[in-house]
């Protein structure tokens, strides 16, 4: 069975569509197992609690829908505010998205992680998330890592070398206001994966598909840590989503093979799961299990 499929995918590897045209893919890091098989995973049913906003720890200008999977801002001025999710988590690797139009940004759109005392609202307009040593925050409109109350450096780095080595080329830098930046900060989409591995102690984010490396390292272990946002812009809406998760344990082989075999077909052909020489039950979990 297996020399039959691997016969049946390499004498179709040339039907494989163009490659997409964003940004993003040339940036991409190389992934974990545990962590491809994770962003490749069914999520979670609706309405999990990990979906939801906290009522209890946002500035009072933001509102939440009755279902608190959005968080909206009051039109306020001069006022930088923040809420946090409801649920954190201490272990594991978990997946949230992160729904925020482009054009309801403004400046200081920040999304990232908290601690559970990280300041939620501020006067003036300011960098929230990431402004104080309880948070870590990627300032969106100019692509900008911030901790401490300081940009620490530009993400996805300028010149990333492939896959691996990214991750371990990784230095924070400190910018100042009088800091000059050559390059011109990429345009974030709606859609942002938030990727956080408790265990090992880093944040990063996946875009349009891509995982762009490790953002944050050396993350406290053993402490609730929260997915993040804050804003200035009046309207601004932000939707959260649990998307999936994993243990520290290995993947399962089966999952592996499910992850090569979809990897191979790409999005645009998982629907002819049914042509493959495998059994209807295999390919039925091919097909679930994404």
Known sequence: ?????????????????????????????????????????????????????????????????????????????????GVRAEVGVKGGLHVWEVLWNPDHRGSHAVMGISRQDCPLQAAGYNVLVGGDAQSWGWELQTNQLWHGGNSVGLYPGKMRRCHSEAAEDFKPQTYTSDTKVSQAPLPIPERVLLVLDADAGTLGFVVDGSFLGVAFKDLPRGVELFPAVS???????????????????????MALCGLSIRQFLGQQRLNQTDKLPLPPLLQNYLLSSH
Request: hydrophobic share 30%; aromatic share 6%.
């Open 1 to 81: 069975m297996g020399l039959s499929l691997s016969a049946w995918l390499y004498s179709r590897a040339g039907d494989s569509p163009p490659s997409s045209s964003s940004a993003f893919p040339p940036l991409a890091v190389h992934t974990s197992s545990r962590l491809a098989v994770t962003l490749n995973s069914s999520p979670v049913s609706p309405g999990d609690s990990r979906s939801h906003w906290s009522s209890g720890h946002r500035s009072p200008h933001f509102l939440l829908s009755a279902c608190k999977e959005r968080a909206t801002r009051s039109p306020v001025e001069l006022s930088s505010d």
């Open 231 to 253: 804003s200035v812009r009046g309207g601004a809406s932000i939707r959260l989503r649990y998307l999936n998760g994993a243990t520290r344990d290995p993947p399962a082989l």
